[in-house]
């Protein structure tokens, strides 16, 4: 078997039908399997998988053993050469795992120096999520990121490692650090260096896997040429407890990798701090008033609104308006997600908004920023 598509699951049922959706379309024509790993959701995830997709593995757990045990209980059962590792609150399109296969035959990089492979992110207002490449992040790198120092002089390499910035977005290279949200990897390589770190709960996991590969002497590489949607808020609501937790992760990391820094310390307690003011005003009043919703869809769907609705059959009769906040809803039945994706990428503005309607369960769903929740509205 060519790839496993590894998904761990926790209380986002909606997201994770709509992952496995564009998941199942993207591995038509590769010899692949799925295994979603449930960290004993109160919701009906698990029901709704055995009703919907019977053919993916699903593995219940009886408690919440976290990211880093969750995935490796997956990557264990699993029969790829390579396994991606894939958050449920994410879209792949059509052609991301081939295309990504396909580099990997055709990258020039010998199979036994190939790290990690991560590729570009975009949020549910279709912008660039900017965490998908990056440097490690030690005390000098973190103190450039937590004082955004990197926005102020994106182009020295004093200040621009956090975020990979020698790298535009839409350029693929070498990167140090990849984002557990979508990774891929040779199977044997994942075992090899360990997989996850079971005593980091969550948060600093990714880091960790990326730079334990990077050390043992291979090479991570960013690919730029597929866009893969990550919701990103809906997995992890910013409050309290996740800066307590972001905390002690990176903590967890420094001390498992570097000497221990009162500096690090010190800029953790402040950044975190910062962080969290930041955070908590980003995500008041994210939702906008629409003034108009546009169906791109070839059936009507009923939308309880009493705004205007305007149906298109085709992505390209869509014309933007000024000085109106537009929501764009894509019948997933009757567009691909590739073209979903390259259509949110191209109109990405603070007065578009974009969800997705799934007709197989009638509901709509999406979100309008990487600090938003995320919103399902049942129809």
């Known amino acids: 078997m060519q790839l496993s598509v590894i998904i761990l699951n926790y209380n986002v049922r909606f997201f994770l039908e709509q992952c496995v959706l564009s998941v199942q379309k993207a591995l038509e024509g590769i010899d692949g399997e799925i295994i979603v790993i449930d960290n004993a959701s109160s919701d009906d995830s698990c029901q709704m998988i055995k009703e919907k997709f019977p053919n993916v593995t699903l593995i219940e757990n009886k408690d919440n053993l976290g990211f880093p045990k969750g ?157 893969v949607i990550h919701y990103k808020g809906e997995s992890t609501v910013r409050d309290g407890l996740y800066m307590k937790r972001f905390r002690e992760a990176m903590q967890f990391f420094y001390k498992k990798h570097f000497k221990k820094s009162w500096f690090f310390d010190v800029m953790m307690k402040i950044g975190s701090f910062v962080f969290s003011l930041v955070k908590r005003n980003q995500q008041k009043n994210i939702k906008p008033n629409i003034d108009k919703f546009i169906v ?22 869509y014309r933007s308006e000024v000085n109106k906040n537009i929501e764009i809803i894509f019948d997933v039945d009757f567009l691909s997600f590739s073209e979903i994706i390259s259509f949110m990428e191209k109109y990405k503005n603070e007065t578009v908004s974009f969800k997705n309607f799934i007709p197989n369960s009638n509901y709509m769903i999406g979100s309008y920023n990487s600090n938003d929740k995320g919103e399902v509205i049942l129809l």
């Open 296 to 317: 791109i869809s070839d059936r009507k769907i009923k939308l309880d609104t009493n705004k205007p609705i305007q149906y298109l059959t085709n992505l390209n009769q």
């Open 71 to 227: 995935n490796n209980i997956g990557v264990a059962q699993a029969k790829g050469e390579y396994v991606c590792i894939l958050n449920p609150d994410t879209i792949v399109a059509e052609d991301t795992f081939s295309k990504i296969l396909n580099f990997v035959t055709s990258s020039g990089v010998e199979k036994s120096q190939l790290g990690i492979i991560g590729c570009k992110l975009i949020d549910g207002s279709g912008k660039f999520l900017p965490e998908c490449k990056r440097g490690v992040p030690t005390p000098w790198v973190a103190f450039t990121k937590i004082f955004g120092l990197y926005k102020l002089f994106p182009k020295s390499s004093w200040f621009n490692q956090y975020y990979a910035m020698h790298l535009l977005e839409n350029q693929s290279g070498e990167v140090d650090i990849l984002v557990g949200a979508f990774m891929i990897m040779q199977r044997d390589l994942y075992l090899k260096v360990g997989g996850f770190d079971e005593n980091c709960f969550m948060y600093s996991d990714d880091i960790d896997l990326s730079y334990l590969v990077k050390i043992t002497g291979y090479t991570n590489y960013y690919f730029s040429k597929s866009s």
